[in-house]
């Protein structure tokens, strides 16, 4: 079955600083990874994904996440983070077989001024 | 109106009341789930539908009954709940019966639910 764990459950970093959050996933083939946000009381918003291809992958708000299967990751990262990025982000893995999507726990990210 | 919306966005109700959420996705999409959001436990999938046809159910007690209509709406029926079962109910779909970029899920904003 497959698996992801976010092995940080809480991140502080300070406004202009650097962020990587960490994903780690379990499954047997190559799978489909995602990266999703979620802002206080809202939904979950699709930062990137990973599909096939480049193992460097561009989303939206200046996030990057890098696929590799050596280490069976797929982290998160933003050179420069502004207070607007404060949040919960969620890994998730989907499985070639059917659309099944399993979520990490999650990452809640805190930037100070 | 884009993307998928969900109605209510709050609810809160008694053991004993009968609710409906409804989720709304216009996307042209042919799957739609139905996710549980607790503050302890991560994402649970509840139940998915392809083509109006239910392909998932993730051992969902049975006072949560879900309703596919057609490809556009999903409902999740209420009846009898539990104050455990107070949480965020998040609504997706996806292209369906593709694999590949046509799974990518979409959310919507969610229902909190407060059961009392």
């Known amino acids: 079955a497959q698996s992801v764990t976010q092995p940080d459950i809480h991140i502080t970093v300070s406004e202009g600083a650097s962020l990587e959050l960490r994903c780690n996933y379990s499954?047997?083939?190559?799978?489909?990874l995602f990266w999703y946000v979620q802002s206080p009381g809202q939904g979950l918003q699709l930062l990137l994904k990973?599909?096939?291809?480049?193992?460097l992958v561009q989303g939206i708000k200046g996030f990057e996440a890098e696929f590799k299967r050596s280490q069976s990751s797929f982290n998160l990262r933003k050179p420069s983070v502004h207070w607007s990025d404060a949040a919960e982000y969620f890994c998730?893995?989907?499985?070639?077989?059917?659309?099944?999507?399993?979520f990490g726990g999650g990452t809640r990210v805190l930037v100070k001024p | 109106e884009t993307g998928v919306t969900q109605t209510p966005r709050h609810l809160v109700m008694g053991m004993t009341n009968k609710k409906s959420l409804k989720c709304e996705q216009h996307?042209?999409?042919?799957?739609m789930y139905w996710y549980k959001q607790s503050a302890k436990k991560p994402l649970e999938l509840m139940f998915v539908?392809?083509?109006?046809?239910?392909?998932e159910n993730n051992s969902v007690p049975s006072r949560f009954s879900p309703e596919c209509p057609n490809s556009s709406h999903l409902f999740l029926h209420l009846h009898t709940l539990q104050p455990e079962d107070s949480a965020l109910y998040l609504c997706?779909?996806?292209?369906?019966?593709?694999?590949?970029?046509?799974?990518?899920?979409?959310f919507g904003p969610g229902t909190r639910l407060l059961v009392l």
């Open positions: 996307l042209g999409h042919n799957a």
């Open positions: 539908y392809n083509f109006k046809e239910q392909t």
């Open positions: 990973y599909f096939s291809g480049d193992t």
């Open positions: 998730a893995v989907l499985g070639a077989a059917g659309n099944k999507l399993t």
């Open positions: 997706a779909s996806s292209q369906g019966a593709t694999m590949g970029e046509g799974e990518t899920q979409y």
């Open positions: 499954y047997g083939a190559t799978p489909y």
